[in-house]
């Protein structure tokens, strides 16, 4: 398994078109988002090749608490004893992340945008259905850096959830904006950067006035909670999504 280096110290894990991300640092390591449950065996090989212990590992952060970045939180915390962090507004849907209500159906939705059925199928076989909430959390405060290996900037992005958060590493010009802006939207199959569709986004406006975040942290390269990494700069990406609007 090729594990990529995407910006300074970072690095890119994906399956299903799902991603998390691991930055080191010399403390260690810091995993962002925890994807599906079948990413577990796939996390433990990537700190193999990358040279690292599991007791290396320093913390997990989740952006939020939607099932596909739930995935192996509980069995990292329960095996590992790693701390997860979630920002207040997410807290309760890490613990239950299926309890939440998006603009539009989830169910019929993607009847309408058939490109999305593969998607939607592929993230099924990865656990998508099986997640397991995380309680005993811890906050993330945004608007400081995190106390975790790689030092992310937090920054509160309501939108796509109430707790959504994005994590600007400004010494490695890189913004991990998770599902505040995605390359792929495994609701429709369309991609390119944009918001995620309203049948898994609570707020398509909000989420729309929550790009401003992105844009203003002006990051070469841009890493998405699903799709492949923006390297034309924050603000071009910003600029797309809003040419693509809400959907």
């Not at 006035?209 to 799709?227: N, W, Y």
Request: hydrophobic share 40%; proline share 8%.
């Amino acid at each position: 398994m090729f594990i990529p280096r995407v910006a300074d110290g970072v690095h890119l894990l994906t399956h299903a078109n799902v991603n998390l991300y691991l930055l080191e640092d010399e403390d260690g390591v810091t995993v962002v988002d925890a994807g599906l449950p079948s990413m577990w065996p796939m996390l433990q090989d990537a700190l193999e090749q990358l040279g690292r212990r599991p007791d290396e590992v320093r913390a997990l952060v989740l952006t939020h608490g939607h099932f596909d970045h739930v995935g192996f939180a509980r069995r990292a915390q329960r095996a590992w004893g790693l701390p997860v962090l979630v920002h207040e507004g997410d807290r309760r849907l890490a613990a239950h992340p299926y309890r939440y209500k998006p603009q539009s159906s989830r169910v019929l939705y993607p009847l309408l945008h058939p490109r999305s059925l593969p998607l939607i199928g592929g993230m099924a076989l990865a656990g998508a259905l099986q997640v397991r909430g995380v309680k005993a959390t811890r906050t993330l405060a945004a608007g400081a850096p995190a106390p975790v290996p790689g030092r992310p900037h937090v920054i509160h992005t309501p939108g796509h959830t109430d707790g959504h958060v994005i994590l600007h590493l400004p010494d490695r010009d890189a913004v991990i904006s998770a599902d505040a802006l995605v390359t792929l939207d495994p609701y429709t199959g369309r991609t390119g950067p944009q918001i995620v569709a309203s049948a898994a986004t609570k707020d398509t406006a909000q989420a729309m006035a929550s790009l401003d975040a992105i844009a203003s942290t002006g990051a070469h390269t841009v890493l998405p909670g699903h799709g492949g990494p923006w390297q034309g700069g924050a603000e071009a990406a910003v600029a797309h999504a809003r040419r693509v609007g809400e959907h």
